[in-house]
């Protein structure tokens, strides 16, 4: 699970083999078997032995603005594998290979797109027609998109194309699915526009940390990404791999919504948006770390939906290994 610490003037230290938290009145511990990462929200004060413990127990402590965007890390120095792995990557990335390879990660973004709606209509029978109708047209995207042949960066302007065309009808059947208070027009990003987009906003960006994680670990270097180009200090390979777990922050926001269970309090207004409050955001991490506890079927094995993450990143780069 993910620790979470949003509460202003929290402390955390480390007491015998278990992280002690106390903030306001209240206290209470939690074995480091449990935890897989600490994520700090707000202003809060760690002592340099519960840092030390999580390391040695190779946990991350992960810092979140407002927006839910990662801003800094603090883990073990250690690289993950062999630096034939990283060397692979710079090579495969100017070849068809290339290109291949991150066709995969968004077929498998408009699969997962298809898949979501489909168990949303069988539930929704006065709106099939409409899904029945944005699910053949993500198809007709996706076998042109399959189609595509050469290097990322001849058909990377193609590929953009074809994610941003998916993604607007997506989300365009997303938006037709909510209740109608809480409608939105479109993606909106820092600020977010409305309370749909600051729920999914923030949802990634603590899944942005944990794909991070699982490519290291894995060995594969964050910042030498395919389909987004290479700036400085710009994870590109954490935004390439992240399009396919996306959908497990989808799930979670749409099913929040549908339960009726997001209220209007869990935001606060911000300059030209909102963004989620301490309530808010309690609320999204509770249901997403049931979801990615949660058990399913993956390559045949029954796992956690969070080390489909890991095993992922781990088969990617496996595949860079027999390249060579």
């Known amino acids: 699970m993910q620790l979470i610490i949003n509460t202003y003037g929290s402390f955390l230290r480390k007491k015998e083999n278990c992280f002690f938290i106390k903030k306001d009145d209240r206290a209470f511990e939690i074995s480091a078997k449990k935890i897989d990462s600490i994520m700090i929200t707000t202003s809060a004060f760690l002592s340099t032995d519960a840092i030390k413990f999580a390391l040695d127990n190779n946990i ?40 291949n390879l991150a066709k995969e990660w968004i077929e498998k973004k408009f699969e997962n797109y298809n898949d979501f709606l489909k168990r949303l209509k069988y539930k929704r029978p006065q709106k099939q027609e409409k899904i029945d109708n944005s699910i053949k047209r993500l198809e007709e995207i996706k076998r042109n998109f399959s189609k595509l042949s050469g290097t990322i960066e001849e058909k990377r302007n193609n590929i953009l194309g074809y994610e941003g065309a998916g993604g607007k009808i997506y989300f365009e059947t997303i938006n037709y699915i909510i209740p109608d208070k809480f409608k939105f027009e479109g993606r909106s990003r820092n600020p977010s526009k409305d309370e749909f987009n600051a729920l999914l906003n923030y949802g990634y960006g603590v899944l942005y940390s944990m794909v991070e994680k699982a490519c290291i670990i894995a060995g594969l270097d964050p910042y030498v990404g395919f389909i987004h180009t290479d700036n400085y200090n710009k994870k590109s390979l954490v935004f390439d791999l992240i ?71 781990h088969r990617i780069a496996n595949s860079l290994i027999k390249e060579s």
């Open 60 to 99: 991350d402590i992960i810092f979140l603005d407002k927006f839910g965007n990662p801003y800094g890390r603090v883990w073990h120095s250690k690289l993950g594998s062999t630096t034939l792995i990283r060397r692979k990557q710079l090579e495969i990335a100017e070849t068809e290979k290339g290109l």
């Open 243 to 313: 399009e396919m777990f996306r959908i497990w922050v989808d799930e979670t926001v749409v099913y929040l919504f549908s339960s009726r269970k997001v209220k209007r309090e869990h935001f606060d207004r911000i300059k030209n948006g909102l963004s989620l409050n301490k309530e808010g955001k309690a609320l999204l991490i509770e249901s997403l770390n049931n979801t990615f506890e949660k058990k399913v079927r993956h390559k045949g094995r029954n796992i956690k939906v969070k080390n489909i993450i890991q095993f992922e990143c």
